[in-house]
């Protein structure tokens, strides 16, 4: 691999970017998640406590899980020291990068499996007492949603493996 020369302005401006990034996904997050957390609160609020409250609170467990795990992962998140020496800073920027990669490539365990409980448990929960051919709707409804976090899943990787290719093209590891 060809490594590449970063010279201190695109440097700024990279780490800059870089941590707007992570703001701007803690928030857009922590959006998705108060809405998230509304509409599994809202069967709990309109129907009478039965077995499917169970999926729909394993789901509001699994918001607050995935919006915590990302606010905590924010306030470790590495910051690059722009004053510092040119090595040290890009050192730094190389942390942050893979910090951010680990932290994407995760995302199938702290950010979509706090959600499989819940969601089996709705789906089964329908087939269950409805019975017939809801069991086939149910099937096809937990297929479509492990299509959908499979999706999210190899987006995030995706993303990660851009990110661990770009910290690698800086220099060796050791420099972090």
């Known amino acids: 691999m060809e490594l590449v020369e970063v010279d201190a302005r695109v440097l700024a401006l990279r780490a800059q970017r870089l941590e707007r990034g992570l703001k701007r996904r803690v928030w857009r997050e922590g959006v998705v998640g108060l809405v998230g ?17 169970i999926g729909w609170g394993l789901c509001m467990g699994g918001v607050l899980f995935a919006v915590g795990t990302l606010l905590r992962a924010s306030a470790r998140a590495p910051k690059v020291g722009l004053s510092a020496p040119h090595e040290r800073a890009l050192a730094q920027y190389q942390g942050a990068l893979r910090f951010q990669a680990k932290l994407l490539q995760d995302v199938p ?23 017939g051919l809801a069991w086939v709707a149910c ?38």
């Open 37 to 53: 957390l509304v509409l599994f609160a809202l069967p709990l609020w309109m129907r009478p406590i039965g077995a499917q409250s």
């Open 109 to 131: 365990r702290w950010y979509l499996a706090p959600f499989v409980p819940g969601t089996l448990w709705i789906f089964v929960q329908v087939g269950w007492s409805a019975g």
């Open 139 to 176: 099937g096809v409804g937990i297929l479509l949603a492990a299509a959908v976090f499979a999706a999210i899943a190899w987006l995030n990787l995706k993303a990660a493996k851009a990110l661990a290719a770009e910290a690698d093209a800086i220099g060796p590891s050791e420099l972090a």
